[in-house]
């Protein structure tokens, strides 16, 4: 399988089912994917496909589990990049990684019988910040500019239907071009997880591991405010490997604490000024 941008296209797919939370998220997503399934009566009422879906929203909140899942449901193949790999020194560059991430992902869909692709570009704001704000910078426009016309170019009968999955923490940086109808015309927030959100990502990367009875998930999820589904899969991974270097056979509620506050601290020391 060809890779974009070091990024292996062959990654496993998921279910909505294995994302936790975000019910608001998946609902919508969901809803925008069904409007696009139903192929033959958007074109019999002469509607514009759907080209592209934004997801916004914190780091680690699931944008890119949504976006594999919305690969699964709509049966498509699934093509990944990170705005951060189309920017490059030399001008030109990035268009092109941009007309070849949208080739690969016909050539993969038609080597696997499919007949429709995500593009899922992470990231999105690095390639489509408002232009002329990269210091007049030639090539981000450049990139931006091949993004738009190979959006515009898409059409409802294409042999293989392409739609892009864009991800952004910043929104309030995107180029407004790429909101415009035709393009990034749905979008879906994706926001920190409440306690009901939180307590279900708890149970689901909880749900291959041994658990003392003494655990109570809800009482984890009550006491982790503020924490992202990348968070709370970090604390069920730390307490996992304090239980292992205690030598227990399954995780207490004191390993899930402990994890806890050594997810906090590292968040911390993350936020600390570099010297
Ligand atoms: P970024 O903006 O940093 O790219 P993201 O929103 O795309 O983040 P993901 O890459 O989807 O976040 O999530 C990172 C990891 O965090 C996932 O692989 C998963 O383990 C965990 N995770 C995040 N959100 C959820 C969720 N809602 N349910 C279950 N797991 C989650």
Request: proline share 3%; charged share 30%.
């Amino acid at each position: 399988f060809a890779v974009v941008g070091g990024r292996s296209t062959e990654e496993r797919l998921i279910d909505f089912e294995d994302i936790g939370g975000q019910e608001v998220a998946k609902k919508e997503l969901r809803e925008a994917l069904d409007f696009i399934k139903d192929v033959e009566r958007i074109k019999s009422l002469g509607i514009r496909p759907i080209k592209g879906i934004l997801l916004s929203g914190p780091p680690g909140t699931g944008k890119t589990l949504l976006a594999k899942a919305a690969a699964k449901y709509m049966d498509s193949v699934f093509v990944a990049a990170s705005g951060s790999e189309f920017v490059e020194m030399y001008v030109g560059v990035g268009a092109q990684r941009v007309r070849q991430l949208f080739k690969q992902a016909r050539t993969l869909a038609m080597r696997q019988g499919k007949t429709s692709a995500v593009i899922f570009i992470d990231e999105i704001e690095v390639l489509g910040g408002k232009r002329g704000q990269h210091h007049g910078h030639l090539e981000y426009d450049q990139t931006l500019n091949e993004l738009l016309v190979q959006m515009d170019g898409l059409s409802g009968d294409d042999k293989v239907r392409l739609l892009v999955i864009g991800a952004t923490n910043r929104l309030d940086i995107l180029d407004p071009a790429l909101l415009r109808p035709g393009r990034f015309d749905r979008q879906v927030k994706v926001d920190l997880p409440d306690k009901t959100g939180r307590l279900h990502i708890l149970q689901l990367h909880t749900r291959n591991k041994p658990l003392a009875d003494d655990v109570s998930l809800e009482e984890i999820a009550r006491d982790t405010f503020g924490f992202s589904g990348a968070h709370l899969e970090s604390v069920a991974n730390e307490a996992a490997i304090i239980a292992l270097r205690e030598g227990a056979a399954q995780i207490t509620h004191a390993h899930l604490r402990a994890a806890v506050d050594k997810v906090i601290m590292g968040e911390k020391l993350d936020r600390l000024p570099s010297p």
